[in-house]
């Protein structure tokens, strides 16, 4: 109903966190409507930033080295893996 009266302001839903975003022309404006939704629906909101989904990317080549080793009384577990991880180009990431 809010986003007929005023067309700027928008609501959507965001696919990765899940959290309804209010946007607005400003703080003031957003205030203006959370308070009327308070008041006049009785809703109670959850207001701050929105949460951003950290994501991490490969930058530059590494070599890594780990050596993973348990014993539990039996024979135990022993591994060691070995090598290099890279960033993959333009051409392989439309390939």
């Known amino acids: 109903r809010f986003t007929r009266e005023d067309p700027t302001l928008r609501v959507h839903t965001d ?5 309804i975003i209010l946007s ?8 203006v409507y959370i308070e009327r939704l308070r008041r006049e629906y009785n809703v109670d909101t959850d207001v701050g930033n929105p ?5 991490e990317t490969i930058s530059e080549a ?3 080295d780990y050596l993973h080793k348990k014993q539990t009384g039996g024979a135990g577990q022993y591994a060691r893996v070995i090598g290099r991880i890279e960033p993959i ?7």
Request: charge should be negative.
């Open 15 to 19: 696919p990765e966190s899940k959290q």
């Open 24 to 31: 607005g022309m400003g703080e003031l404006h957003l205030e």
């Open 51 to 55: 949460k951003v989904n950290y994501r």
């Open 62 to 64: 590494r070599p890594f």
């Open 89 to 95: 180009s333009e051409e392989e990431l439309e390939a």
